[in-house]
Each structure stands twice: as structure tokens, then as C-alpha cells.
């Protein structure tokens, strides 16, 4: 990743060990984090992780591919600019070039 650090969040629930990991490896170029909001975060939380992770970019994850977890990312994009935290859309299949 030319020396970038990236975070992949995985399933998981937002946890406040997000800033020990942000502080013992950043800074982080990228976040993944997941907004699904079934046995995962929802927007609300994740918003609360990029907080925590404060990187660069964040962008959302699974999402969308059944009908329980379908979100609004857009207002996830919102919510983390409010927040002074950029995230990003990545379409499936996408490339996306971390700054």
C-alpha cells in the first residue's frame, strides 16, 4: 500500500480500543468500517469509530446486499463531514486512490 496503513474493521461493533489502535498505528491513511447495522455498526456508530480512528478517509462497508442491512452511505458522508471526518463511497468494483 506504498507505506500507507489502512484499517479494516471487519463485523464488529464500534469499541473505544479504536483510539488505542489509531494511536499505537497511525496515522491511518484508511478506515473500512462497516454500516449495516446487523451485528455491526449502523451509521451512528461508525461515525463514532471514524472519530475515534481519525483517518484520513473512511469508507463504508457492508452494506446494502440484503434488504436488512440497506443504508443511506450518503448520509454516513454527511454525518462523518459534521463530524471534521472525510469518508468516501467506494462502488463495488471500484479502484479508489487514498491521498
Known amino acids: 500500500m506504498g507505506g500507507s496503513t489502512i484499517y479494516h474493521a471487519g463485523d464488529t ?3 473505544s480500543d479504536m483510539k ?9 491513511a484508511a478506515a473500512l468500517l462497516p454500516v449495516g447495522d446487523n451485528f455491526t455498526m449502523g451509521i451512528d ?4 469509530a471514524a472519530e475515534f480512528l481519525a483517518a484520513g478517509v473512511t469508507i463504508p462497508m457492508h452494506y446494502d ?3 436488512w ?9 454527511k454525518k462523518c463531514a459534521a463530524k471534521g471526518r472525510k469518508a468516501a463511497i467506494v ?9
Not at 20 to 28: M, Y
Not at 45 to 48: G, S
Not at 92 to 99: K, L
Request: proline share 5%; hydrophobic share 45%; glycine share 8%.
Open 20 to 28: 488505542l489502535i489509531a494511536e499505537l498505528n497511525g496515522p491511518l
Open 91 to 99: 462502488k463495488p468494483g471500484a479502484r479508489f486512490t487514498i491521498e
Open 45 to 48: 456508530d461508525a461515525v463514532k
Open 65 to 67: 446486499t440484503f434488504d
Open 13 to 15: 461493533g464500534v469499541f
Open 69 to 77: 442491512i440497506n443504508q443511506d452511505v450518503q448520509e454516513f458522508v
